[in-house]
């Protein structure tokens, strides 16, 4: 890279817009928020060959989806996003071009998400790795947990399923279509607004689907110390998904329940509790422990572990 460390910083931070919660942005030792709160602060890190290639991935969609995975987090709690700040690892031989699209990337999801980018580091690494830190408010609201399912709750969600793991087999593979699912691995479309919306309808626990539906929600099982049984039949089969699985043989569920990436909402609420829109019921908390398909022991994968 042709330029010094804080003229590459001028480029990142220059102009960035900031939110009510911002009383001190970017450019001292630290920002000022003024939550109006409980304060919720949750990070992940996207690491190069890991969480996206750059071959697989414009810059732009790289710092899109580094914002909307942390943000789901805050959302899943919810929280209202307020702010996040940005640690960026770059190669030494990394291209500004690249750089700037990144950034114009971030700014991009964080406006989207309602977030003010008000702080970070940027530092030289072996890898591209983008780490974020997310905050968000809960105006006085309990936070959504993962220990609060209780049995015979229903299980909802929303956002969409599948599509982001559906989308990375295609990748893998070598294609570059079905488009909208390749879209969405590169960037979920994180359903911004309703982990509040979760939250006031009642929701008992919540979590967001990085993992895989199975996954996350066996987290929330654990937690709570509950089971709960899904119906395919309640589930949406979008057509883009039925062509992969056509062209590749893998089973459809095997995106849609344990995919992951998609960043969907999964909540439990009480019997009963009507909906908000934007959720769909896909199953019901048990007693079992485990998280079961159609009543059965489900025996595909559950999602993705770094380790092991
Ligand atoms: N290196 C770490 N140091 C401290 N806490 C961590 C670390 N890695 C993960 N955690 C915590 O462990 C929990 C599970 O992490 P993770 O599975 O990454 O959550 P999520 O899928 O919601 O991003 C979270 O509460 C997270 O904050
Ligand atoms: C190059 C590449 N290989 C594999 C994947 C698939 N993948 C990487 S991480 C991940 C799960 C989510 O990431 P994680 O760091 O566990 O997020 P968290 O659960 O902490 O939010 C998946 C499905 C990908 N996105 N890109
Ligand atoms: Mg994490
Ligand atoms: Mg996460
Ligand atoms: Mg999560």
Not at 17 to 40: C, E, Q, S, T
Not at 98 to 107: C, F, M, N
Not at 164 to 193: D, N
Not at 300 to 307: A, C, K, L, V, Y
Request: charged fraction near 20%; include cysteine; glycine fraction near 14%.
């Amino acid at each position: 890279m042709d330029v010094g460390e804080f003229e590459l910083i001028s480029d990142v931070t220059a102009d960035l817009p900031a939110g009510d919660d911002v009383l001190l942005g970017v450019g001292d030792d630290a920002a000022v928020l003024r939550p109006a709160g409980d304060v919720v602060v949750t990070t992940d890190m996207l690491v190069d060959g890991i969480h996206f290639r750059q071959n697989w991935s414009p810059a732009f969609q790289i710092g899109r989806k580094a914002v909307a995975v942390n943000v789901s987090d805050v959302e899943s709690m919810g929280a209202v996003p307020s702010a996040i700040v940005m640690a960026l690892g770059l190669p030494a031989e990394a291209e500004l071009d690249w750089v700037r699209e990144l950034s114009a990337g971030v700014r991009d999801e964080a406006a989207r998400a309602g977030v003010s980018l008000v702080g970070g580091d940027t530092a030289r690494s072996g890898a591209v790795v983008i780490t974020v830190t997310a905050l968000g408010n809960l105006d006085g609201r309990a936070p959504v947990t993962r220990s609060g399912a209780r049995e015979g709750d229903l299980v909802a969600v929303a956002g969409r399923l599948g599509w982001a793991g559906a989308g990375l087999t295609v990748l893998q593979r070598g294609f570059g279509s079905p488009k909208e699912l390749v879209a969405e691995q590169q960037c979920p479309s994180v359903p911004y607004g309703q982990g509040r919306v979760a939250s006031e309808a009642g929701a008992t626990s919540m979590v967001d689907i990085s993992d895989g539906l199975l996954a996350d929600l066996g987290h929330v099982c654990a937690a709570s110390g509950v089971g709960m049984d899904l119906a395919t039949s309640n589930f949406e089969l979008p057509e883009a998904i039925q062509r992969v699985s056509a062209a590749t043989g893998v089973s459809p569920w095997n995106f849609i329940l344990a995919g992951g990436e998609d960043h969907a909402l999964a909540a439990t609420f009480p019997a009963g509790t009507e909906l908000p829109a934007g959720w769909r019921r896909v199953g019901v908390v048990t007693g079992s422990g485990e998280v079961t398909v159609d009543g059965e022991r489900w025996e595909g994968p559950r999602g993705w572990t770094h380790f092991g």
